[in-house]
């Protein structure tokens, strides 16, 4: 999990709620007219399929507190350097790796998401799995984040069974150190372009055409869409660059995009 510092900043503490009281006109925008097949879907995790505004106040403060305890910084420079890293590579942890800070991906995520409060902050979400059920295609999730996290998240909002796998940071690290040499210099993360077509090839070597990405990141879907994925932008109702479709709530999917369940 990597909180946007800006933008998360304006998410409110929920998990998605009902359809039922959506704003109409203004929870969607529909960037193209013509349908495609869409054969995969990609879909991110945090911020995407929910929100919680103290997980990801938690998840900034297990960052600083492992800035400044495991690696030494000066506690009054810590918030400053990971948010940095944040944006300048996309990932905290990544800027650390490339930037040469001697850190342990497994002892990171432990100390980054290890004592998070999962049970209150992320409650079931039977709409949502409804939904998820309702589309045939297969789905992956597709996070920054590593594995353990994401496996106890969908098992909270209880829609784990609703994906074939789960993509995540800690793949791409295991794939580079298969490579040999430095892995901080094989690793990568979104909005990369090798991420995504990492990411399509764990998916069964899926064709960009006919997946779709859906991501809360203005900067992953302008980094999808170059790909040539097609695109939904989570979470806001403006259309970001390379958006295809702009929705508030990932419940608002089947209004904006009817033809994934034709």
Not at 86 to 96: A, C, D, M, N, V
Not at 164 to 171: A, K, Q, R, T
Not at 189 to 194: A, G, I, L, V
Not at 222 to 237: E, R, W
């Amino acid at each position: 999990l990597e909180p946007a510092r800006a933008g998360f900043c304006l998410l409110q503490t929920c998990l998605f709620i009902s359809p039922r009281r959506r704003r109409q006109s203004a929870s969607l925008v529909e960037m193209g007219s013509d349908a495609k097949a869409t054969k995969v879907l990609l879909v991110d995790l945090d911020g995407t399929l929910y929100r919680s505004q103290q997980l990801f106040e938690d998840v900034r403060v297990n960052i600083n507190d492992y800035v400044t305890n495991v690696l030494g910084v000066p506690r009054e420079d810590a918030d400053e350097l990971s948010g940095r890293l944040y944006r300048e590579y996309g990932l905290t942890i990544l800027g650390l790796m490339s930037e040469k800070f001697d850190v342990d991906c497994d002892h990171w995520h432990k100390e980054v998401h290890g004592n998070l409060d999962y049970e209150k902050l992320l409650p079931k979400n039977p709409a949502l799995k409804d939904l998820l059920d309702s589309l045939a295609m297969p789905k992956y999730i597709f996070t920054n984040a590593d594995r353990v996290h994401a496996n106890v998240c969908l098992e909270h909002i209880g829609i784990k069974e609703c994906f074939e796998d789960i993509i995540s940071f800690d793949c791409i690290v295991d794939w580079a150190k298969g490579q040999g040499g430095d892995v901080s210099k094989k690793v990568f993360c979104k909005p990369e372009r090798e991420s995504f077509e990492f990411a399509l090839k764990r998916a069964g070597g899926a064709e960009a055409a006919t997946t779709m990405f859906l991501d809360d990141s203005a900067a992953n879907i302008k980094g999808a869409k170059a790909v040539g994925l097609q695109t939904v932008f989570v979470g806001n109702s403006e259309p970001c660059e390379g958006a295809d479709h702009a929705i508030e709530n990932f419940l608002h999917l089947k209004d904006a995009a009817p033809y994934l369940w034709t």
